[in-house]
């Protein structure tokens, strides 16, 4: 096949493994193409690999440091690559050279073709086969599913992995092969899509970019994922800023990690967060929901016996409960709202809606139902806690509270 049937075939919709080992078979070298974060996504098989190095990095699935490092060296930025000319890189733990061109689309690298010598050299054919190559399979790849995806950088490429497979010792090994560094304290930040409103990936994308400070950004199910230093973290840009209004019905704030593998189990955490905060909510739900906020919420529901959490409800909770329904009164919800704006008469009336007499009078009546002591710390200690409790046992049985 030659260069114009090439042409000819991704157009027509070739898949790209197909179009690989033609290119190779044209070339007559072993060819690998990988995304810009160097993960390798097709290579030829009519064509072996015969370098020992490239046949353990196909086989893992990314190229090794070595060669990032050698091609970073040659290339500083290499997400500004503006043209598809190919340049050379030789890698002292290799035992082949290899010739590298870019893929380009619309002006944007979104990956590499590589070729490799297979010990019989490099020659100006190839010099001008390759950038035929790099149009080639920029055509493939826009017509192959997850093609959104090559416009990430390096990290981005490695956390969508990562959140797909969760393999946490492939991803160390393909943070320590790209030179990515994983920040020692990091937030995992969620970004709740907008029910029913399609929007661009790309601008979304962009918006979130400004906001993570470049940190990594991905999709995933009906949300966006993003890993942040816990440095960068600033809830008032978070909270303050009108593009993320419109895209994002509520953004999750997750516990501070300081390892990879404790990922997983944060963005988990930060995603009940969110629904926890919207089932428990009275008023309208907070756009920015702190998983350390309802971190007490999450200990409750590591408690599987529910008798126990009922045992230790504060026994005014009961007395309460019982004369509101008798009475068709509000006196438990009068001192949820006291107890949580710290014993303000003022605070809990406006909540309340009610005037400064009328909630007076109704903590006076508690007190004589109960014998509540609020300026005891141990009596105020257990009524939030039993607050948490109620929220918890409110939600619907078999779903989890956080």
Same mark, same amino acid.
């Given at each position: 096949?030659?260069?114009?049937?090439?042409?000819?075939? *991704?157009? +027509?919709?070739?898949? @790209?493994?197909?179009? %690989?080992? !033609?290119?190779? =078979?044209?070339?007559?070298?072993s060819i690998v193409i990988t995304d810009t974060g160097f993960q390798v996504l097709s290579y030829s098989k009519k064509v072996s690999i015969t370098d020992s190095l490239w046949q353990r990095n196909v086989s893992r699935g990314f190229c090794s440091y070595e060669f990032v490092k050698e091609v970073k060296k040659l290339v500083p930025?290499?997400?500004?690559?503006?043209?598809?000319?190919?340049?050379?890189?030789?890698?002292?733990?290799?035992?082949?050279?290899?010739?590298?061109?870019?893929?380009?689309?619309?002006?944007?690298?979104?990956?590499?073709?590589?070729?490799?010598?297979?010990?019989?050299?490099?020659?100006?054919?190839?010099?001008?086969?390759?950038?035929?190559?790099?149009?080639?399979?920029?055509?493939?790849?826009?017509? *192959?599913? +997850?093609?959104?995806? @090559?416009?990430?950088? %390096?990290? !981005?490429?490695? =956390?969508?992995?990562?959140?797909?497979?969760?393999?946490?010792?492939?991803?160390?090994?393909?943070?320590?092969?790209?030179?990515?560094?994983?920040?020692?304290?990091?937030?995992?930040?969620?970004?709740?899509?907008?029910?029913?409103?399609?929007?661009?990936?790309?601008?979304?994308?962009?918006?979130?970019?400004?906001?993570?400070?470049?940190?990594?950004?991905?999709?995933?199910?009906?949300?966006?994922?993003?890993?942040?230093?816990?440095?960068?973290?600033?809830?008032?840009?978070?909270?303050?800023?009108?593009?993320?209004?419109?895209?994002?019905?509520?953004?999750?704030?997750?516990?501070?990690?300081?390892?990879?593998?404790?990922?997983?189990?944060?963005?988990?955490?930060?995603?009940?967060?969110?629904?926890?905060? *919207?089932?428990?909510?009275?008023?309208?739900?907070?756009?920015?929901?702190?998983?350390?906020?309802?971190?007490?919420?999450?200990?409750?529901?590591?408690?599987?016996?529910?008798?126990?959490?009922?045992?230790?409800?504060?026994?005014?909770?009961?007395?309460?409960?019982?004369?509101?329904?008798?009475?068709?009164?509000?006196?438990?919800?009068?001192?949820?709202?006291?107890?949580?704006?710290?014993?303000?008469?003022?605070?809990?009336?406006?909540?309340?809606?009610?005037?400064?007499?009328?909630?007076?009078?109704r903590l006076q009546r508690i007190r004589e139902l109960t014998n509540i002591d609020w300026n005891s710390y141990e009596d105020r200690f257990r009524l939030e806690c039993s607050f948490h409790i109620m929220d918890a046992m409110a939600l619907a049985p078999g779903q989890s509270p956080i």
């Open positions: 096949m030659d260069i114009l049937s090439l042409y000819q075939s *991704a157009l +027509g919709g070739m898949p @790209l493994d197909e179009l %690989v080992d !033609e290119m190779a =078979l044209l070339a007559r070298r930025d290499l997400s500004h690559h503006e043209t598809t000319a190919p340049f050379p890189v030789h890698c002292g733990q290799s035992e082949e050279n290899k010739l590298v061109s870019a893929i380009l689309h619309e002006g944007i690298c979104i990956g590499y073709v590589l070729l490799l010598d297979n010990l019989k050299g490099l020659s100006d054919d190839h010099f001008f086969l390759l950038p035929h190559f790099s149009l080639i399979t920029a055509f493939a790849l826009r017509q *192959a599913p +997850g093609f959104d995806r @090559l416009f990430g950088n %390096v990290a !981005e490429s490695i =956390l969508q992995e990562y959140l797909e497979t969760g393999d946490t010792d492939h991803a160390l090994q393909r943070l320590a092969a790209s030179g990515v560094t994983f920040p020692e304290k990091c937030r995992c930040l969620i970004f709740l899509s907008r029910p029913d409103e399609v929007v661009d990936e790309g601008y979304v994308k962009r918006v979130l970019h400004k906001v993570s400070c470049g940190y990594p950004v991905c999709p995933k199910d009906d949300h966006y994922v993003c890993i942040l230093p816990e440095e960068n973290y600033d809830e008032k840009v978070l909270q303050n800023n009108e593009d993320l209004k419109k895209l994002f019905s509520q953004i999750g704030a997750g516990p501070v990690i300081t390892d990879l593998k404790d990922m997983p189990r944060a963005l988990k955490l930060t995603l009940r967060t969110c629904r926890f905060c *919207a089932r428990i909510s009275q008023d309208e739900a907070p756009y920015l929901c702190r998983y350390e906020e309802f971190a007490f919420s999450h200990l409750i529901n590591e408690c599987q016996d529910a008798k126990l959490l009922d045992d230790n409800l504060h026994p005014a909770i009961s007395i309460l409960k019982n004369h509101d329904r008798e009475k068709n009164t509000s006196l438990l919800d009068t001192l949820r709202a006291f107890i949580e704006r710290n014993l303000s008469i003022a605070d809990a009336s406006e909540a309340l809606f009610i005037h400064r007499n009328t909630m007076n009078y």
